[in-house]
């Protein structure tokens, strides 16, 4: 073998294990996400890992990782409703909307219980958000938060969110109000609690931020990034996964025939013999109890967009 030839191969070899599934991690104050995914693919000597929805590195909560396969179930995770639970300071605007910020503004008002319960109202349903200056959108092929830190001050355009549900659930004298959000995709809590206390005339920032589910995944079933690393090697530590159809609740499943089960591994429509799904409608394929792919269920086969394995 030609000497480069085999140094080639050895860089594209790929490192670690194959290993498959879902850790759902309650995630500390401090970290981003991005550290936490690195860390525990370490910990499970893991090829792939990624995660299904960023958390600021001030929040805490539910994070979930997915390994191998599992990485192409994230869409749908990422996609689902998920809930929160955060603590809103009035009286003070930050540039960040958080506490990590800089005060940029203060106000001496304080809204009563009546006032804040009335403009909920305005954020619930199908509302138009424009992101914190400090996020991950992207202006001009670079990240909001890369050109805020250096001191640019940017028109971001308003983005469609779902909030589902959105009330008021404690107070803690008249500069404190925590609240509970259940919305879809894409929504950025630090935008609320800035919005909301702008409307209500006394601006506001984010003090405290935890995840409580996204999903399937429920914070209460999470474990600490640190008694994951304390286990002894890779291999105790897979008994805290989740299997990769874990990410797929909620999704019609779409039962194969052995024929195609074949043919869907290989990318091809392959025939249905069981499905709650609907002509159109997105659903994963199974065979003999395991999952094989997502994809589109249409005059009784499943056209499929991901193969897990493939």
Not at 88 to 107: C, K, L, M
Not at 149 to 174: F, N, S, T, Y
Not at 267 to 275: F, K, L, Q, S, Y
Request: aromatic fraction near 6%; hydrophobic fraction near 45%.
């Amino acid at each position: 073998m030609p000497r480069n030839l085999g140094a080639l191969m050895g860089r594209n070899r790929q490192k670690g294990r194959a290993v498959t599934g879902w850790l759902i991690v309650d995630k500390p104050a401090g970290p981003t996400s991005t550290d936490i995914v690195n860390r525990m693919r370490r910990a499970f000597d893991a090829r792939k890992a990624g995660h299904a929805g960023t958390l600021d590195p001030a929040a805490t909560g539910l994070l979930a990782i997915a390994f191998g396969d599992a990485t192409r179930v994230i869409p749908h995770v990422t996609d689902a409703l998920k809930a929160y639970r955060f603590t809103v300071r009035f009286g003070q605007a930050t540039d960040t909307d958080d506490a990590e910020g800089q005060v940029i503004a203060t106000a001496d008002t304080r809204p009563d219980d009546g006032a804040i319960e009335a403009a909920l109202a305005g954020f619930r349903g199908d509302i138009l958000q424009v992101p914190p200056q400090f996020s991950a959108v992207k202006v001009a092929g670079a990240r909001a938060y890369d050109r805020a830190r250096d001191g640019e001050a940017m028109v971001l355009a308003a983005r469609p969110l779902r909030v589902e549900r959105l009330e008021m659930v404690g107070r803690d004298g008249p500069d404190l109000a925590t609240f509970e959000m259940v919305c879809g995709k894409g929504g950025y809590v630090r935008a609320i609690a800035r919005d909301l206390g702008a409307g209500l005339g006394c601006l506001g920032h984010v003090v405290a931020l935890r995840r409580l589910w996204s999903g399937p995944f429920d914070v209460a079933d999470g474990v600490a990034p640190a008694a994951v690393e304390a286990l002894d090697g890779p291999e105790a530590r897979d008994a805290l996964l989740a299997p990769l159809e874990a990410g797929l609740a909620g999704m019609p499943e779409a039962r194969l025939s052995a024929t195609g089960a074949v043919r869907v591994r290989n990318g091809n429509p392959g025939e249905v013999i069981a499905t709650d799904a609907g002509a159109g409608e997105v659903a994963w394929a199974s065979h003999g109890g395991r999952a094989l792919a997502v994809g589109v269920y249409m005059g009784g086969m499943l056209h499929p967009d991901r193969v897990f394995g493939g």
